[in-house]
Structure formats: C-alpha cells, structure tokens
C-alpha cells in the first residue's frame, strides 16, 4: 500500500457509505488524488471490518491489461469473492473496460459487493453515469488540492522534513483576518482542518496565541495589570473593549474548544495561558477537559501574580497539580538586528525575576501589579520542568 496523507473530507464522504450496497464512484480529471483516496477507503475499511476481501483493480497497469470486457471483469471479480462474506470491490480507472456497468450492476444486484470506483474520461465527466447506473450510485467530485491542502501537503511536509518542531497559530486568526463575505476567520473554520489534521498525524504540536487577555475586553481603568494597560493603550487595534463588532472574548475561547474537540489528539500549547491568565481556576478546567494540552507562561505571569496577591496558596496548588503541563516563556522578541549584551542582560533580568517568584517565600512587588505577593517556593523538581523540561517534553528537543 503506498503512503499518503488523509484528506479529511473526502474521508467523510466515503466512509458514510462503507458497507452499504451502494456504488461509490469518485470522478476527477486525472491526478487529482482518485487513486489514493481508493487507499485511504481500503484503510477505513480494515479499521471497520475484521479480516476483509478487498479485491483491488488498476486498469492502468499491466496486471490488468487482459480485462478489456466487461464479461472478463466480470470472471476476474468472481476469481477473486468470497461467498457468504460482504467483498469489497475497487476498481480504478473503470472507464476503460468497454460496458463496465452491465459487471457493475451486476454484482450490485447478486449481492454481496461494496463497489467503489474511479473515473476520469469525459463520458464519466460530462454527467452521463446516470444512464450507465441508474439510481445505484454516489458520486462524489475529487477535485485538485485546496490552498489549505497544498500546505498540507507540501510546505508543512518540506518544514518538517527541514527540521520545523512545530506550528503556531497567530491571534490574527479570529482578530484581524476576514474572509470574502467580511466575517473573521476563526481558527475552528473547517477550512484549516486539512492543516491541523496533517499536524496531529506528525504528532506535533500546535502552538496559538488565539484571543488577548481577557483586559483586552475591558476599559483601561478596569484592567488588572499594568502592562496589559500599557499594552492597549499603545495598540488600540487590538483593544477589543473598542471594538465591539469583533468577536467577543468568548468567541475566541469558544473557536479554541472547537477545534480541540475536533482533533482529540492534537497536542496544544496555549500562549499566555492559554488567554484564561485571569483565573487559575477557569484555565484548570480547561485543562482537565483537554488532556493533550498545556500552556505557556510568556507576558502573563504577573496575572499569576496578581492572584497570588490575594490567594498564594490557590495559584501554587494549580502550578503544582498542572507542573507537566505549565512552559516556561518571556515574550521577549528578537528583531533581528543582532544580539548585543544589552539584549541577554534583559533576558536575564526578567528570568531573575521570574525565578524568585517560583522558587522563594518572600514578599515581591512589580511594576505591572498594584499589590506586593509572595514567592509561591515551589519544589526544585516543579521549577525545572516549568523553566525547562516540559519545553524538551511537548516540543520534542
């Protein structure tokens, strides 16, 4: 069997007929993916039924080449059954064979066949099966790759195979971007499935920042951190509070659950905390409801400190029951412009602080909260998962 990639939804069209007595006829102009959608159905197949007869037909190849009647297909397709069991049939390029829907119908009405064919002359095109099969078919068109399916296909496979460890969705994917009709382009749009089933069968992880904290839907002087009034401030575009004809905090966080109850073993890692920083609570239940993702804690870990001030024990318990799942991160940017020592000293401050707030007792203050907290004095083994091992663990490094 050769490899291929899964196009979803063609695999949702066939597999609804699998086992029914129905023919299956996939039609396309040559090399749109007929023949491995054939594969793929054989596939979904063996997943159904234990131990079945597949008998498998190319009418390009010379094995083939004797079968120039409908009569001989016929013979050959009998050869190959098993009586008293349901044989699966797959024929591809079934136009060449003279009258191949006297053996279609045929079999059909014997019994005992789930047919699936392929097709691609221009009788087969121009719609005229109807007359050859009267009401025993389906058809489903195969047409060329889809813009999401091409990167599927090739840019994602040449990144990986160029050593790429994984995928980030950015928040202009349900904040900025729109489609043709004006509506926001959201990352449960079924037009990225192909993509984000492609990364779930390489096992990778998707990383998103999707959405903005939940300040982000907030006037200024409600916000309950300083940098995040900082931030809106400088950046109005992204200050939805502004905005109210984009979609809503709950939008986002809605689109996000679609999609990881669409592919269940995708591996997640959510930016900022999953946009849920405001609440350790609110993002544990999150966490237990999809156990194939974690989050990062770039630019959000004085919301971590703004809970602590009130509860310290609240956010340390969260920290410890959640410590596999919980990466270390500052959302310092690089430009690009050369690293100078400058750079690493800011690098290196804001880890000094961080790592005091993880692994002291003492009382701390910030810049970006109002109120002084508490180091939450996490055990060792906690602190070098969040601040290193859990990245080499989702990551794969």
Known sequence: MKKYIVRENYKKSIDRYIGKEIIKVLIGQRRVGKSYLLFQAMDSIKELFPNPNIIYINLEINEFEKLTSSDLLYEYVKSKSKAGELNFLM???????PEFEKTL???????GYDIYCTGSNAHILSGELGTYLGGRYIEIPVYALSYPEFLHFHKLENNITGGAIGVKFWKNIGMTERDRTGNFIMVSNSRFDPVISFIEQKGLPLTGHLGEPKNCWMPVDSMTVNNDKSYFEQHPEYHMYIHPEYPSYKDQLEARDSLLTKHPNLKFIGCHLGSEEW?????????DRFPNMAVDLAARICHLQYQSAKNPDKVRDFLIKYQDRILYGTDIGYSGNGLDSSFYAGIQSTRIKDWNYFTGEMELTSRDVDSPFTGLHLPKKIVDKIFYLNAVKWYKL
Do not use: P
């Open 91 to 97: 024929i591809d390029e079934i136009q060449m064979v």
């Open 105 to 111: 119908r045929s079999l059909l009405a014997e019994g």
């Open 279 to 287: 609440s350790v609570e609110e993002l544990a239940k999150t966490l």
